[in-house]
């Protein structure tokens, strides 16, 4: 009979030829680790210690086709060698931002903490996922500890939380948990049943409020912006006339999201008298700390959120103002029902038995909308184990110290001026080049201003020498933010930051 598969012996022959391969790791673990040593060496040269290197630049700017070009990013069919390899890391390294260097004062990320550093490395090592136990038992109880640590610093001796994918995704399971509270029935019937809800929040709240409120399905027209003073802190009085306005249209108002540190100007909200309000009006009272939280490490400033214990629930992001690296962001709830795993539960049995040989409250994974969740709390808690509470107060108390220092240096110069007095470590100020001193009443003064932040920035990224932020805010033209916190600047740093906005701008 013939043969009806006329190539199964070839391909017997060819898995015979093959079958040792077959019995070995598609990994070389000699080779791998080499590559993974000259990694690291390329890390600690060029991130490490130039990216931290005041005479290094802190960008290296290309234009995007240029980049392209440079960094070949095409991803083919065959792999290329290790030399090859290590310059690609390398050109990563060169051409990436050096956020760690004591002159990047662009974002509330900056420079770098040796032993959280340590920590991410080591739960990249590790990859595991933090739902269960089983696969999570270190980071289990880790997490639960580092969370007891935060809670006790906001004033809480009991509560829950966890740890979330950034600030952001916080504030929105602070709304959906405060949601789920009023109307359990959401979880199973949807939004179908529900009366129109409203959130309160200020208009220098953080951006991903209205997000949250669009894909939860509340509605950005139903976010109600309350009026803030000059400081930009939300104003208690205008909270409780616009509740009252809300329930008499009909609505349910049922969150307040208040802001510990806002990003633009660094405002704290009254969270005392805004606590009065929600008691009055039995609303839910989130307060997102995510960039302020960290004040309460410092006996000499957390006075700033004066009556966070009063909150149900607060966002902080430790990889902020503490250095603990991106991410590390904590939703901390003063609830002792178990609302977090009630609200967001879908008891997979595949993962969740409850007929586990261990405690299965261990089991945190159905606290959680995702499923796959980083271990983020080991870089906070080795960082914690190796400062203590005093170095991180020390930390936080550095920063003020600099931002006053900033602060006086730049009265005593012609050109910078300040939008108002810091309450925190955002230093938002104008710089007024000669040629538009002395013409504040002119008709086209603030379109011309509005022109110098935008020009300086551009210039010292293409030289390299800082990186600062600039924005508008309401109906003041483009200003400078610069934020001070990085245990690695020091004061000459904020000396060259002023000689060098005026170097970059005298001449427009």
């Given at each position: 009979?013939?043969?009806?598969?006329?190539?199964?012996?070839?391909?017997?022959?060819?898995?015979?030829?093959?079958?040792?391969?077959?019995?070995?790791?598609?990994?070389?673990?000699?080779?791998?680790?080499?590559?993974?040593?000259e990694?690291?060496?390329?890390?600690?040269?060029?991130?490490?210690?130039?990216?931290?290197?005041?005479?290094?630049?802190?960008?290296?700017?290309?234009?995007?086709?240029?980049?392209?070009?440079?960094?070949?990013?095409?991803?083919?069919?065959?792999?290329?060698?290790?030399?090859?390899?290590?310059?690609?890391?390398?050109?990563?390294?060169?051409?990436?931002?050096?956020?760690?260097?004591?002159?990047?004062?662009?974002?509330?990320?900056?420079?770098?903490?040796?032993?959280?550093?340590?920590g991410?490395?080591?739960?990249?090592?590790?990859?595991?996922?933090?739902?269960?136990?089983e696969v999570?038992?270190?980071?289990v109880?880790?997490?639960?500890?580092?969370?007891?640590?935060?809670?006790q610093?906001?004033?809480w001796?009991?509560?829950?939380?966890?740890?979330?994918?950034?600030?952001?995704?916080?504030?929105?399971?602070?709304m959906?948990?405060?949601?789920?509270?009023?109307?359990?029935?959401?979880?199973?019937?949807?939004?179908?049943?529900?009366?129109?809800?409203?959130?309160?929040?200020?208009?220098?709240?953080?951006?991903?409020?209205?997000?949250?409120?669009?894909?939860?399905?509340?509605?950005?027209?139903?976010?109600?912006?309350?009026?803030?003073?000059?400081?930009?802190?939300?104003?208690?009085?205008?909270?409780?006339?616009?509740?009252?306005l809300?329930?008499?249209?009909?609505?349910?108002?049922?969150?307040?999201?208040?802001?510990?540190?806002?990003?633009?100007?660094?405002?704290?909200?009254?969270?005392?008298?805004?606590?009065?309000?929600?008691?009055?009006?039995?609303?839910?009272?989130h307060?997102?700390?995510?960039?302020?939280?960290?004040?309460?490490?410092?006996k000499?400033?957390?006075?700033?959120?004066?009556?966070?214990?009063?909150?149900?629930?607060?966002?902080?992001?430790?990889?902020?103002?503490?250095?603990?690296?991106?991410?590390?962001?904590?939703?901390?709830?003063?609830?002792?029902?178990?609302?977090?795993?009630?609200?967001?539960?879908?008891?997979?049995?595949?993962?969740?038995?409850?007929?586990?040989?261990?405690?299965?409250?261990?089991?945190?994974?159905?606290?959680?909308?995702?499923?796959?969740?980083?271990?983020?709390c080991?870089?906070l808690?080795?960082?914690?184990?190796?400062?203590?509470?005093?170095?991180?107060?020390?930390?936080?108390?550095?920063?003020?110290?600099?931002?006053?220092y900033?602060?006086?240096?730049?009265?005593?110069?012609?050109?910078?001026?300040?939008?108002?007095?810091?309450?925190?470590?955002?230093?938002?100020?104008?710089?007024?080049?000669?040629?538009?001193?002395?013409?504040?009443?002119?008709?086209?003064?603030?379109?011309?201003?509005?022109?110098?932040?935008?020009?300086?920035?551009?210039r010292?990224?293409?030289?390299?020498?800082?990186?600062?932020?600039?924005?508008?805010?309401?109906?003041?033209?483009?200003?400078?933010?610069?934020?001070?916190?990085?245990?690695?600047?020091?004061?000459?740093?904020?000396?060259f930051?002023?000689?060098?906005?005026?170097?970059?701008?005298?001449?427009?």
């Amino acid at each position: 009979m013939a043969n009806m598969f006329p190539f199964s012996s070839d391909r017997q022959t060819k898995e015979a030829a093959n079958l040792h391969e077959l019995n070995e790791p598609l990994t070389d673990h000699s080779e791998g680790q080499l590559f993974l040593n000259e990694t690291f060496k390329i890390i600690m040269e060029e991130v490490l210690r130039k990216g931290t290197d005041v005479k290094e630049k802190v960008c290296e700017w290309k234009e995007p086709e240029e980049l392209t070009l440079l960094l070949d990013l095409e991803l083919r069919a065959t792999g290329e060698p290790q030399h090859k390899l290590l310059q690609r890391v390398k050109d990563v390294a060169k051409y990436s931002i050096k956020t760690s260097h004591p002159r990047f004062f662009n974002q509330q990320f900056a420079g770098v903490d040796y032993h959280s550093l340590a920590g991410r490395f080591l739960t990249e090592s590790l990859n595991t996922n933090l739902f269960t136990y089983e696969v999570a038992p270190v980071f289990v109880l880790m997490e639960t500890e580092v969370l007891r640590g935060l809670r006790q610093l906001v004033g809480w001796t009991e509560g829950d939380g966890i740890f979330c994918p950034g600030g952001s995704t916080s504030n929105m399971y602070a709304m959906n948990l405060a949601r789920y509270r009023l109307f359990p029935d959401v979880k199973s019937q949807g939004l179908w049943g529900l009366p129109r809800l409203t959130i309160f929040t200020s208009p220098e709240s953080h951006y991903s409020v209205k997000k949250g409120a669009a894909y939860l399905g509340i509605g950005t027209d139903n976010v109600i912006l309350v009026k803030v003073d000059d400081g930009g802190r939300m104003r208690p009085d205008d909270l409780d006339e616009k509740i009252k306005l809300a329930k008499s249209q009909g609505s349910v108002p049922f969150l307040v999201s208040c802001t510990s540190g806002t990003t633009v100007q660094g405002a704290f909200d009254p969270l005392d008298r805004i606590a009065d309000v929600c008691e009055k009006h039995e609303l839910w009272m989130h307060v997102d700390a995510a960039w302020g939280g960290s004040v309460l490490f410092s006996k000499q400033h957390r006075h700033l959120m004066k009556g966070v214990d009063r909150a149900n629930s607060v966002a902080w992001n430790p990889h902020k103002m503490l250095v603990a690296g991106l991410q590390c962001s904590a939703l901390l709830l003063k609830d002792t029902t178990n609302l977090l795993k009630q609200c967001h539960s879908a008891n997979a049995t595949y993962l969740f038995q409850q007929d586990k040989f261990y405690d299965v409250n261990l089991d945190v994974g159905d606290k959680s909308v995702q499923c796959s969740r980083k271990v983020d709390c080991l870089k906070l808690w080795l960082m914690w184990k190796a400062v203590g509470s005093d170095g991180l107060e020390e930390r936080v108390d550095k920063a003020f110290i600099h931002v006053r220092y900033l602060v006086e240096q730049m009265k005593k110069r012609e050109g910078f001026h300040l939008l108002g007095e810091p309450e925190f470590v955002n230093v938002c100020f104008w710089y007024i080049p000669p040629s538009l001193r002395g013409k504040e009443g002119t008709a086209d003064y603030q379109d011309r201003l509005a022109k110098v932040a935008p020009v300086i920035k551009e210039r010292m990224m293409k030289q390299g020498t800082m990186m600062v932020g600039y924005q508008p805010l309401g109906n003041r033209v483009n200003f400078f933010r610069v934020i001070v916190f990085s245990p690695l600047v020091s004061q000459r740093d904020l000396d060259f930051f002023l000689n060098e906005i005026e170097r970059l701008g005298n001449d427009l």
